[in-house]
């Protein structure tokens, strides 16, 4: 199961039409970094925009010009191929001598500055988006959606880029929490990825089930709430004072990243999130045979659409936006075309 078809919440609005990516200048995407590099240390901090190329090109071929292996090369997160993205990469210090040899078409290096540590996944605030539809059929619809999503946030699914090309991601990873054999042996970022996008379906189904009930943006008794400022985790033990936060954006109801350090849920809530895995054929034990890579967290319901403006231009709209970490703009957009 991918993204198709899963409840949306300004469902009651139509879709507004339109085209989305029919060239990569369609989505823009730049990195909102959680520190700047300093200018001294032992790594290279690379500020890097790219056309048609997403991450792991970009790190394969920094590595090869620069004599170093790709787990040197650090990012703070993977950006899509068919866009125009800028965001920062580090490289040991010692290789900046070869930098000029790097060359890859439709990428290019804005700026070199060194740091103190490598940068590592999650190493960032989030991502600005700035994203144009075009030929947008109903104008008022894709404000009506905008707006709400704007005042209530956007449900925070994993995008369909999670789950693979074929779709077949998770499956592959559940395959491995099995420990059943696969079509192919992975690596070690396709092992982690296919972990990953397992939880990630599980996660979504949550989300689904929390939206087609009316409570995506409810503290329900026995509910994991998330902090917005901190991420600190706590179970809801009384919905009528957490409520009135949940209202104000202060906390957020979190969804299961299955694994055996989740912070774990009580009562319903922990029932129906059970039985995500008996429908899953899987066990909360069966998480421990992922190793790190399926320790287990939480994941709010919905996310913040901070800085968010619609302009229309002429047929086409242009959206801009921030979103948190591991949030997906692609939802954005799902909710306005209303197309999966």
């Keep these: 199961m991918t993204d198709t078809g899963f409840p949306r919440l300004t469902a009651g609005v139509p879709g507004c039409g339109g085209a989305f990516k029919l060239t990569p200048e369609d989505f823009e995407v730049e990195e909102l970094p959680a520190y700047l590099p300093s200018g001294e240390g032992t790594h290279l901090y690379l500020w890097v925009e790219k056309r048609g190329r997403d991450t792991r090109e970009v790190v394969r071929a920094l590595a090869s010009a620069l004599g170093v292996r790709e787990d040197d090369i650090g990012s703070a997160g993977m950006k899509d191929r068919q866009a125009v993205t800028r965001q920062w990469l580090s490289v040991p210090a010692n290789a900046e001598a070869r930098l000029p040899e790097f060359a890859l078409d439709g990428v290019r290096v804005l700026e070199a500055k060194r740091h103190g540590n490598k940068l590592r996944t999650g190493h960032l605030k989030g991502n600005r988006f700035?994203?144009?539809?075009?030929?947008?059929?109903?104008?008022?619809?894709?404000?009506?959606?905008?707006?709400?999503?704007?005042?209530?946030?956007?449900?925070?699914?994993?995008?369909?880029?999670?789950?693979?090309?074929?779709?077949?991601?998770?499956?592959?990873?559940?395959?491995?929490l099995l420990g059943q054999r696969l079509p192919k042996r992975p690596d070690r970022f396709q092992r982690k990825l296919y972990l990953s996008a397992f939880q990630s379906r599980l996660f979504n189904q949550a989300l689904a089930a929390r939206l087609t009930a009316g409570t995506f943006a409810t503290a329900l008794l026995g509910d994991v709430l998330r902090k917005e400022e901190t991420g600190g985790l706590f179970v809801c033990e009384a919905p009528d004072?957490?409520?009135?936060?949940?209202?104000?954006?202060?906390?957020?109801?979190?969804?299961?990243?299955?694994?055996?350090?989740?912070?774990?849920?009580?009562?319903?809530?922990?029932?129906?999130?059970?039985?995500?895995?008996?429908?899953?054929?899987?066990?909360?034990?069966?998480?421990?045979?992922?190793?790190?890579e399926t320790e287990g967290t939480r994941r709010p319901y919905r996310v913040r659409l901070g800085a968010a403006e619609l302009t229309a231009d002429g047929e086409d709209v242009r959206l801009t936006f921030e979103l948190a970490r591991g949030a997906y703009a692609t939802e954005v957009l799902h909710e306005l075309l209303k197309d999966a």
């Design 130 to 176: 700035t994203l144009r539809l075009r030929g947008v059929q109903d104008l008022g619809a894709a404000r009506e959606s905008f707006s709400r999503l704007s005042a209530e946030g956007v449900p925070n699914y994993f995008g369909e880029q999670r789950f693979g090309r074929a779709g077949d991601n998770a499956d592959l990873g559940r395959m491995l």
């Design 241 to 292: 004072v957490d409520g009135p936060r949940v209202a104000a954006f202060e906390v957020s109801p979190a969804g299961p990243m299955f694994g055996p350090k989740m912070t774990a849920s009580k009562g319903e809530v922990a029932e129906a999130e059970a039985r995500l895995l008996v429908d899953a054929g899987v066990t909360l034990s069966d998480f421990q045979r992922g190793g790190d």
